[in-house]
Protein backbone atom coordinates (compact mmCIF):
# COMPACT_ATOMS: atom_id res chain seq x y z
CA UNK A 1 0.00 0.00 0.00
CA UNK A 2 1.09 3.70 -0.68
CA UNK A 3 2.54 5.51 2.43
CA UNK A 4 -0.38 7.96 3.55
CA UNK A 5 1.62 11.96 3.93
CA UNK A 6 -0.16 15.00 3.80
CA UNK A 7 2.25 16.95 2.15
CA UNK A 8 0.37 18.98 -0.48
CA UNK A 9 0.52 22.19 -1.10
CA UNK A 10 3.88 21.97 0.10
CA UNK A 11 5.35 19.69 -2.00
CA UNK A 12 3.91 21.35 -5.06
CA UNK A 13 5.92 24.45 -4.27
CA UNK A 14 8.91 22.50 -3.54
CA UNK A 15 8.89 20.95 -6.76
CA UNK A 16 8.14 23.84 -8.81
CA UNK A 17 10.53 25.77 -7.15
CA UNK A 18 13.19 22.91 -8.20
CA UNK A 19 12.04 22.76 -11.55
CA UNK A 20 11.95 26.51 -11.88
CA UNK A 21 15.85 27.06 -10.40
CA UNK A 22 17.22 23.55 -12.94
CA UNK A 23 15.41 25.27 -16.11
CA UNK A 24 17.50 28.57 -15.32
CA UNK A 25 20.62 26.10 -15.38
CA UNK A 26 21.31 25.60 -19.40
CA UNK A 27 22.44 22.60 -19.75
CA UNK A 28 22.01 22.55 -23.71
CA UNK A 29 23.51 19.83 -25.53
CA UNK A 30 25.73 19.75 -26.91
CA UNK A 31 28.04 20.77 -25.14
CA UNK A 32 25.86 19.37 -22.00
CA UNK A 33 27.16 21.46 -19.13
CA UNK A 34 25.13 18.93 -16.74
CA UNK A 35 27.54 19.38 -13.58
CA UNK A 36 25.98 22.32 -12.82
CA UNK A 37 22.49 20.84 -12.36
CA UNK A 38 24.03 17.29 -11.18
CA UNK A 39 25.67 19.61 -8.06
CA UNK A 40 22.16 21.45 -7.43
CA UNK A 41 20.51 18.26 -7.48
CA UNK A 42 23.27 16.48 -4.94
CA UNK A 43 22.87 20.22 -2.99
CA UNK A 44 19.33 19.63 -2.25
CA UNK A 45 20.07 15.59 -1.55
CA UNK A 46 22.25 16.57 1.34
CA UNK A 47 20.22 19.19 3.00
CA UNK A 48 17.93 16.20 3.53
CA UNK A 49 20.29 14.63 4.99
CA UNK A 50 20.80 11.89 1.68
CA UNK A 51 24.57 11.19 0.35
CA UNK A 52 24.44 11.54 -3.29
CA UNK A 53 27.96 11.12 -5.01
CA UNK A 54 28.13 13.95 -8.66
CA UNK A 55 30.29 11.42 -11.11
CA UNK A 56 32.00 13.28 -14.33
CA UNK A 57 32.91 11.11 -17.23
CA UNK A 58 34.42 13.80 -18.99
CA UNK A 59 35.07 17.75 -17.69
CA UNK A 60 31.43 19.30 -17.16
CA UNK A 61 29.09 16.17 -17.79
CA UNK A 62 27.97 15.51 -14.62
CA UNK A 63 25.60 12.21 -13.18
CA UNK A 64 23.98 12.35 -9.77
CA UNK A 65 22.96 9.39 -8.41
CA UNK A 66 21.54 8.67 -5.01
CA UNK A 67 20.74 5.16 -2.77
CA UNK A 68 18.65 4.46 -0.18
CA UNK A 69 19.64 0.23 -0.03
CA UNK A 70 18.11 -1.27 3.66
CA UNK A 71 19.77 -3.84 5.40
CA UNK A 72 18.63 -7.03 4.34
CA UNK A 73 17.24 -5.96 0.69
CA UNK A 74 18.81 -7.27 -2.45
CA UNK A 75 20.45 -4.17 -4.40
CA UNK A 76 19.13 -6.06 -7.63
CA UNK A 77 15.76 -5.38 -6.78
CA UNK A 78 15.82 -1.88 -6.13
CA UNK A 79 13.39 0.59 -7.55
CA UNK A 80 15.74 3.30 -9.93
CA UNK A 81 13.89 6.43 -10.81
CA UNK A 82 15.52 7.56 -13.72
CA UNK A 83 15.56 11.17 -15.49
CA UNK A 84 18.01 13.17 -17.60
CA UNK A 85 19.90 17.07 -16.92
CA UNK A 86 20.74 17.95 -20.38
CA UNK A 87 18.22 19.63 -22.95
CA UNK A 88 17.92 19.90 -26.85
CA UNK A 89 19.02 23.57 -28.07
CA UNK A 90 16.53 26.14 -28.00
CA UNK A 91 16.40 29.43 -30.06
CA UNK A 92 15.22 32.42 -28.35
CA UNK A 93 14.17 34.44 -30.52
CA UNK A 94 11.24 31.38 -31.71
CA UNK A 95 10.10 31.31 -28.35
CA UNK A 96 7.34 33.76 -26.95
CA UNK A 97 9.38 33.04 -23.44
CA UNK A 98 12.62 33.10 -22.32
CA UNK A 99 13.63 29.59 -23.01
CA UNK A 100 16.33 29.63 -20.12
CA UNK A 101 14.02 31.45 -17.83
CA UNK A 102 11.83 29.32 -15.89
CA UNK A 103 8.93 31.44 -15.76
CA UNK A 104 5.69 30.67 -14.27
CA UNK A 105 3.21 32.65 -16.09
CA UNK A 106 -0.53 31.73 -16.24
CA UNK A 107 -0.18 28.71 -13.94
CA UNK A 108 2.32 26.98 -16.25
CA UNK A 109 6.07 26.83 -15.99
CA UNK A 110 8.25 27.97 -18.93
CA UNK A 111 10.95 26.70 -20.46
CA UNK A 112 13.29 24.14 -22.33
CA UNK A 113 13.52 20.58 -20.60
CA UNK A 114 9.64 21.56 -18.42
CA UNK A 115 8.72 18.57 -20.26
CA UNK A 116 11.58 16.68 -21.30
CA UNK A 117 12.65 16.24 -18.25
CA UNK A 118 13.97 18.33 -15.34
CA UNK A 119 9.79 18.25 -14.72
CA UNK A 120 10.67 14.44 -13.86
CA UNK A 121 13.88 15.48 -12.28
CA UNK A 122 12.12 17.96 -9.87
CA UNK A 123 9.48 14.97 -8.63
CA UNK A 124 12.07 12.54 -7.61
CA UNK A 125 14.27 14.90 -6.39
CA UNK A 126 11.01 15.97 -3.97
CA UNK A 127 9.85 12.00 -3.25
CA UNK A 128 13.49 11.10 -2.92
CA UNK A 129 13.78 13.63 -0.11
CA UNK A 130 10.78 13.11 1.27
CA UNK A 131 11.28 9.28 1.77
CA UNK A 132 14.41 9.89 3.12
CA UNK A 133 12.80 12.59 5.64
CA UNK A 134 9.79 10.60 6.57
CA UNK A 135 12.46 7.86 7.30
CA UNK A 136 9.64 5.65 5.93
CA UNK A 137 10.20 1.81 6.22
CA UNK A 138 11.74 -0.33 3.21
CA UNK A 139 10.93 -3.22 1.67
CA UNK A 140 13.28 -2.97 -1.09
CA UNK A 141 16.13 -0.45 -2.10
CA UNK A 142 14.80 3.25 -4.00
CA UNK A 143 18.22 4.49 -6.22
CA UNK A 144 17.36 8.08 -8.18
CA UNK A 145 19.54 9.11 -11.07
CA UNK A 146 19.71 12.14 -13.06
CA UNK A 147 22.13 12.14 -15.53
CA UNK A 148 24.12 13.69 -18.28
CA UNK A 149 24.02 13.21 -22.18
CA UNK A 150 20.32 11.58 -22.73
CA UNK A 151 19.96 13.90 -25.46
CA UNK A 152 22.81 13.04 -27.46
CA UNK A 153 22.89 8.91 -27.23
CA UNK A 154 23.56 8.60 -23.19
CA UNK A 155 27.47 8.04 -24.06
CA UNK A 156 28.49 10.19 -20.88
CA UNK A 157 25.35 9.36 -18.84
CA UNK A 158 23.29 5.96 -18.38
CA UNK A 159 25.27 4.20 -20.84
CA UNK A 160 28.77 5.32 -19.18
CA UNK A 161 27.77 4.35 -15.62
CA UNK A 162 26.18 0.81 -16.80
CA UNK A 163 29.64 -0.13 -18.34
CA UNK A 164 32.03 1.65 -15.89
CA UNK A 165 30.25 2.28 -12.36
CA UNK A 166 27.30 -0.69 -12.83
CA UNK A 167 26.68 -0.81 -8.48
CA UNK A 168 25.47 2.82 -8.45
CA UNK A 169 22.83 1.67 -11.23
CA UNK A 170 22.13 -1.69 -10.13
CA UNK A 171 18.24 -2.35 -9.45
CA UNK A 172 15.63 -4.37 -10.74
CA UNK A 173 12.87 -2.06 -12.05
CA UNK A 174 13.36 1.57 -13.40
CA UNK A 175 10.69 4.58 -13.34
CA UNK A 176 11.83 6.90 -16.18
CA UNK A 177 10.56 8.96 -19.11
CA UNK A 178 8.74 8.41 -22.48
CA UNK A 179 5.28 7.66 -21.10
CA UNK A 180 1.96 8.83 -19.15
CA UNK A 181 0.86 11.81 -21.23
CA UNK A 182 -3.11 11.77 -21.01
CA UNK A 183 -4.87 10.68 -24.11
CA UNK A 184 -8.58 11.13 -24.65
CA UNK A 185 -10.45 9.35 -27.11
CA UNK A 186 -14.00 10.09 -27.59
CA UNK A 187 -15.11 10.23 -24.09
CA UNK A 188 -12.00 7.68 -22.37
CA UNK A 189 -8.95 9.04 -21.28
CA UNK A 190 -5.84 6.75 -21.59
CA UNK A 191 -2.77 6.95 -19.54
CA UNK A 192 -0.25 5.29 -21.45
CA UNK A 193 3.13 3.84 -19.63
CA UNK A 194 5.87 3.19 -21.84
CA UNK A 195 6.94 -0.67 -21.77
CA UNK A 196 8.63 -0.64 -25.24
CA UNK A 197 10.75 1.92 -27.61
CA UNK A 198 12.30 1.54 -30.69
CA UNK A 199 15.57 2.21 -31.56
CA UNK A 200 17.44 5.09 -32.83
CA UNK A 201 19.78 3.98 -36.23
CA UNK A 202 21.78 7.22 -38.26
CA UNK A 203 22.04 7.15 -41.37
CA UNK A 204 24.08 9.00 -44.28
CA UNK A 205 22.36 9.29 -47.51
CA UNK A 206 25.12 10.67 -49.99
CA UNK A 207 24.71 11.41 -53.85
CA UNK A 208 27.61 12.16 -56.35
CA UNK A 209 27.84 13.56 -59.57
CA UNK A 210 29.68 15.42 -61.67
CA UNK A 211 30.97 19.05 -60.66
CA UNK A 212 31.44 21.66 -62.69
CA UNK A 213 31.04 25.46 -63.13
CA UNK A 214 27.23 25.88 -62.42
CA UNK A 215 26.65 28.46 -65.21
CA UNK A 216 26.31 25.44 -67.33
CA UNK A 217 23.42 23.10 -65.57
CA UNK A 218 23.95 19.49 -65.80
CA UNK A 219 21.49 16.60 -64.89
CA UNK A 220 24.22 14.45 -63.18
CA UNK A 221 24.42 17.22 -60.54
CA UNK A 222 24.85 15.60 -56.70
CA UNK A 223 22.57 17.74 -55.37
CA UNK A 224 19.96 17.30 -57.53
CA UNK A 225 20.14 13.24 -57.01
CA UNK A 226 20.16 14.45 -53.10
CA UNK A 227 16.92 16.35 -53.33
CA UNK A 228 15.13 13.64 -55.41
CA UNK A 229 16.20 11.22 -53.17
CA UNK A 230 15.37 12.56 -50.10
CA UNK A 231 11.68 13.73 -51.22
CA UNK A 232 11.09 9.87 -51.82
CA UNK A 233 12.42 8.93 -48.21
CA UNK A 234 10.27 11.79 -46.86
CA UNK A 235 6.67 10.56 -49.24
CA UNK A 236 7.68 6.55 -48.33
CA UNK A 237 5.67 4.23 -46.10
CA UNK A 238 7.88 2.14 -45.25
CA UNK A 239 6.55 -1.95 -44.25
CA UNK A 240 3.83 -2.86 -41.50
CA UNK A 241 5.57 -3.97 -38.31
CA UNK A 242 3.38 -5.11 -35.09
CA UNK A 243 4.95 -5.51 -31.86
CA UNK A 244 3.60 -7.39 -28.47
CA UNK A 245 3.50 -3.38 -26.93
CA UNK A 246 1.40 -2.21 -29.40
CA UNK A 247 -0.73 -4.77 -30.22
CA UNK A 248 -1.83 -4.37 -26.20
CA UNK A 249 -1.74 -0.94 -26.87
CA UNK A 250 -4.51 -0.89 -29.59
CA UNK A 251 -6.87 -3.68 -27.60
CA UNK A 252 -6.23 -1.49 -24.83
CA UNK A 253 -7.81 1.54 -26.79
CA UNK A 254 -10.42 -0.66 -28.66
CA UNK A 255 -11.49 -2.13 -25.31
CA UNK A 256 -12.43 0.78 -23.79
CA UNK A 257 -15.04 2.10 -26.75
CA UNK A 258 -18.20 1.32 -27.91
CA UNK A 259 -18.63 -0.20 -31.30
CA UNK A 260 -17.84 1.04 -34.12
CA UNK A 261 -14.87 2.70 -32.82
CA UNK A 262 -13.81 -0.35 -31.13
CA UNK A 263 -13.83 -2.41 -34.81
CA UNK A 264 -11.99 0.66 -36.36
CA UNK A 265 -9.06 0.70 -34.15
CA UNK A 266 -8.76 -2.86 -33.66
CA UNK A 267 -8.58 -2.49 -37.77
CA UNK A 268 -5.00 -0.85 -36.58
CA UNK A 269 -3.82 -4.28 -35.93
CA UNK A 270 -4.21 -5.30 -39.88
CA UNK A 271 -1.42 -4.17 -42.10
CA UNK A 272 -4.16 -4.02 -45.08
CA UNK A 273 -6.46 -1.86 -43.27
CA UNK A 274 -4.41 0.18 -40.61
CA UNK A 275 -3.47 3.33 -42.96
CA UNK A 276 -6.36 3.81 -44.37
CA UNK A 277 -7.90 3.99 -40.45
CA UNK A 278 -4.82 6.18 -39.49
CA UNK A 279 -5.82 8.64 -42.25
CA UNK A 280 -9.25 9.34 -41.06
CA UNK A 281 -8.35 9.59 -37.62
CA UNK A 282 -9.31 13.55 -36.92
CA UNK A 283 -6.12 13.90 -34.35
CA UNK A 284 -3.29 14.33 -36.60
CA UNK A 285 -0.64 14.48 -34.12
CA UNK A 286 -2.44 10.73 -32.63
CA UNK A 287 -2.43 9.36 -35.94
CA UNK A 288 1.19 10.09 -36.85
CA UNK A 289 2.45 8.88 -33.58
CA UNK A 290 0.39 5.66 -34.13
CA UNK A 291 1.98 5.03 -37.15
CA UNK A 292 5.37 5.75 -35.98
CA UNK A 293 4.32 2.46 -33.86
CA UNK A 294 3.75 0.35 -36.49
CA UNK A 295 6.59 1.26 -38.95
CA UNK A 296 10.23 1.93 -38.91
CA UNK A 297 10.99 5.37 -39.48
CA UNK A 298 13.24 7.32 -41.74
CA UNK A 299 13.06 11.27 -41.28
CA UNK A 300 15.82 13.22 -43.42
CA UNK A 301 16.97 16.31 -41.28
CA UNK A 302 20.53 17.91 -42.24
CA UNK A 303 21.42 18.54 -45.28
CA UNK A 304 25.09 19.04 -46.86
CA UNK A 305 26.14 20.43 -50.06
CA UNK A 306 28.75 22.54 -51.69
CA UNK A 307 31.05 25.19 -50.55
CA UNK A 308 30.46 28.36 -53.28
CA UNK A 309 27.23 29.22 -55.01
CA UNK A 310 28.73 29.01 -58.07
CA UNK A 311 30.32 25.37 -58.16
CA UNK A 312 28.76 22.61 -58.81
CA UNK A 313 29.77 19.81 -55.46
CA UNK A 314 30.54 16.45 -56.72
CA UNK A 315 29.36 15.08 -53.35
CA UNK A 316 26.04 15.99 -51.66
CA UNK A 317 24.99 14.43 -47.69
CA UNK A 318 21.93 14.39 -45.79
CA UNK A 319 21.76 12.72 -42.35
CA UNK A 320 18.29 10.69 -41.96
CA UNK A 321 17.04 9.78 -38.17
CA UNK A 322 15.67 6.42 -38.66
CA UNK A 323 14.10 4.47 -35.85
CA UNK A 324 13.97 1.11 -35.80
CA UNK A 325 10.83 -1.33 -33.84
CA UNK A 326 11.53 -4.30 -31.98
CA UNK A 327 12.40 -7.75 -33.65
CA UNK A 328 13.92 -4.74 -36.48
CA UNK A 329 17.53 -4.30 -37.14
CA UNK A 330 19.12 -1.81 -38.91
CA UNK A 331 20.08 -3.81 -42.16
CA UNK A 332 16.50 -4.70 -42.36
CA UNK A 333 15.66 -1.21 -42.41
CA UNK A 334 18.66 -0.47 -44.77
CA UNK A 335 16.73 -3.03 -47.33
CA UNK A 336 13.51 -1.10 -46.67
CA UNK A 337 14.92 2.21 -47.81
CA UNK A 338 16.62 0.85 -50.76
CA UNK A 339 13.93 -0.69 -52.33
CA UNK A 340 12.32 3.11 -51.85
CA UNK A 341 15.58 4.51 -53.47
CA UNK A 342 15.83 1.57 -56.36
CA UNK A 343 15.88 3.83 -59.41
CA UNK A 344 18.00 6.80 -57.75
CA UNK A 345 21.62 6.75 -59.71
CA UNK A 346 24.58 8.04 -57.86
CA UNK A 347 23.10 7.66 -54.23
CA UNK A 348 24.35 5.27 -51.37
CA UNK A 349 23.51 4.68 -47.84
CA UNK A 350 25.90 4.12 -45.26
CA UNK A 351 24.82 3.03 -41.78
CA UNK A 352 25.83 5.32 -38.62
CA UNK A 353 24.91 5.41 -35.05
CA UNK A 354 22.71 2.42 -34.08
CA UNK A 355 21.32 0.95 -30.86
CA UNK A 356 18.89 -2.72 -29.73
CA UNK A 357 14.93 -1.70 -29.45
CA UNK A 358 13.63 -2.84 -26.15
CA UNK A 359 10.24 -4.13 -24.63
CA UNK A 360 9.61 -4.87 -21.54
CA UNK A 361 7.00 -7.21 -19.77
CA UNK A 362 3.76 -5.29 -18.86
CA UNK A 363 2.12 -8.01 -16.21
CA UNK A 364 4.50 -7.33 -13.56
CA UNK A 365 3.96 -5.92 -9.76
CA UNK A 366 5.29 -2.26 -11.15
CA UNK A 367 2.86 -2.46 -13.55
CA UNK A 368 0.08 -2.91 -10.71
CA UNK A 369 1.46 -0.57 -8.48
CA UNK A 370 0.69 2.13 -11.36
CA UNK A 371 -2.81 0.77 -11.99
CA UNK A 372 -3.59 0.79 -8.36
CA UNK A 373 -2.34 4.37 -7.84
CA UNK A 374 -4.06 5.39 -11.14
CA UNK A 375 -7.43 4.39 -9.86
CA UNK A 376 -7.02 6.37 -7.21
CA UNK A 377 -6.58 9.36 -8.54
CA UNK A 378 -8.11 9.14 -12.01
CA UNK A 379 -10.44 6.14 -11.25
CA UNK A 380 -12.54 6.94 -14.83
CA UNK A 381 -9.11 6.97 -16.88
CA UNK A 382 -7.50 3.30 -18.52
CA UNK A 383 -3.72 2.38 -18.34
CA UNK A 384 -2.30 1.09 -21.04
CA UNK A 385 0.99 0.05 -22.69
CA UNK A 386 2.96 1.84 -25.20
CA UNK A 387 6.02 1.71 -26.97
CA UNK A 388 7.78 5.29 -27.70
CA UNK A 389 8.42 6.21 -31.48
CA UNK A 390 11.77 7.63 -29.35
CA UNK A 391 14.43 6.56 -27.35
CA UNK A 392 15.15 6.84 -23.75
CA UNK A 393 17.97 5.52 -21.30
CA UNK A 394 15.91 2.67 -20.36
CA UNK A 395 17.40 1.16 -23.68
CA UNK A 396 20.69 0.60 -21.48
CA UNK A 397 18.83 -1.03 -18.41
CA UNK A 398 16.50 -3.57 -20.31
CA UNK A 399 18.78 -5.98 -21.77
CA UNK A 400 20.28 -6.74 -18.01
CA UNK A 401 16.93 -7.84 -16.99
CA UNK A 402 15.62 -4.61 -15.83
CA UNK A 403 11.79 -3.99 -16.02
CA UNK A 404 11.80 -0.37 -16.97
CA UNK A 405 8.64 1.49 -17.48
CA UNK A 406 8.05 5.05 -18.88
CA UNK A 407 5.57 7.42 -16.78
CA UNK A 408 4.92 10.71 -15.91
CA UNK A 409 1.64 11.11 -16.03
CA UNK A 410 0.31 14.56 -17.59
CA UNK A 411 -3.41 15.59 -17.58
CA UNK A 412 -5.03 15.65 -20.94
CA UNK A 413 -4.48 19.16 -22.61
CA UNK A 414 -0.47 19.29 -22.00
CA UNK A 415 1.08 20.20 -25.05
CA UNK A 416 3.26 17.22 -25.61
CA UNK A 417 4.26 18.68 -28.88
CA UNK A 418 6.23 21.45 -28.00
CA UNK A 419 8.84 18.39 -26.60
CA UNK A 420 12.05 19.40 -28.63
CA UNK A 421 9.84 22.60 -30.11
CA UNK A 422 9.06 25.91 -29.68
CA UNK A 423 7.66 27.24 -26.40
CA UNK A 424 7.68 23.89 -24.31
CA UNK A 425 5.93 24.43 -21.11
CA UNK A 426 3.98 22.62 -18.46
CA UNK A 427 1.14 22.99 -16.29
CA UNK A 428 1.45 23.26 -12.44
CA UNK A 429 -1.78 21.36 -12.03
CA UNK A 430 -0.19 18.56 -14.13
CA UNK A 431 2.98 18.75 -11.71
CA UNK A 432 0.71 18.54 -8.81
CA UNK A 433 -0.94 15.12 -10.45
CA UNK A 434 1.92 13.71 -11.42
CA UNK A 435 3.46 14.59 -7.71
CA UNK A 436 0.99 12.58 -6.46
CA UNK A 437 0.58 9.79 -8.59
CA UNK A 438 3.86 8.79 -8.86
CA UNK A 439 4.16 9.72 -5.02
CA UNK A 440 1.93 6.44 -4.19
CA UNK A 441 3.36 4.36 -7.05
CA UNK A 442 6.98 4.63 -5.36
CA UNK A 443 5.63 4.15 -1.62
CA UNK A 444 3.14 1.33 -2.86
CA UNK A 445 6.44 -0.81 -4.37
CA UNK A 446 9.25 0.02 -2.28
CA UNK A 447 7.48 0.48 1.70
CA UNK A 448 6.66 -2.02 3.79
Given at each position: MPMPIDWMPGAREETLNY?????????????????????????????????????????????????????????????????HLDVVPATAAEWRRDPFGGELVDGQVWGRGTLDTKQLTAIWLTIFRRVARERLTLRRGLVFAATADEEMGGTLGVRWLEENRPELLRCGWCLNEGGGFGLVLGDVTYYPFQAGEKSPCWMTLRARGQPGHASIPSADNAVIRL???????????????????????????????????????????????????????????????????????????????????????SVAEAQVDCRILPGQTPESLRRELEVVLADCPGVELELGMSGQPTESPVDTDLADAIRRSLARHAPEARLIPYLVPGATDSRF????????????????????????????????????????????????????
Amino acid sequence: MPMPIDWMPGAREETLNYLTELVRLNTTNPPGNETAAARYVADRLAAAGVPAEVVEPAPGRGNVVARLDPEGTDPAQSLLLLSHLDVVPATAAEWRRDPFGGELVDGQVWGRGTLDTKQLTAIWLTIFRRVARERLTLRRGLVFAATADEEMGGTLGVRWLEENRPELLRCGWCLNEGGGFGLVLGDVTYYPFQAGEKSPCWMTLRARGQPGHASIPSADNAVIRLAEAVARIGRARLAFHLTDTVRLFVEGLAGAQAEPMAGLLRNLLHPDRAGQVLDGLSDAHLAAMVRAMLHNTATPTILRAGEKTNVIPSVAEAQVDCRILPGQTPESLRRELEVVLADCPGVELELGMSGQPTESPVDTDLADAIRRSLARHAPEARLIPYLVPGATDSRFLRPRGVVAYGFCPLLPGEDVRTIHGHDERIGVRSIEFALRVLWDVVTDFVCR
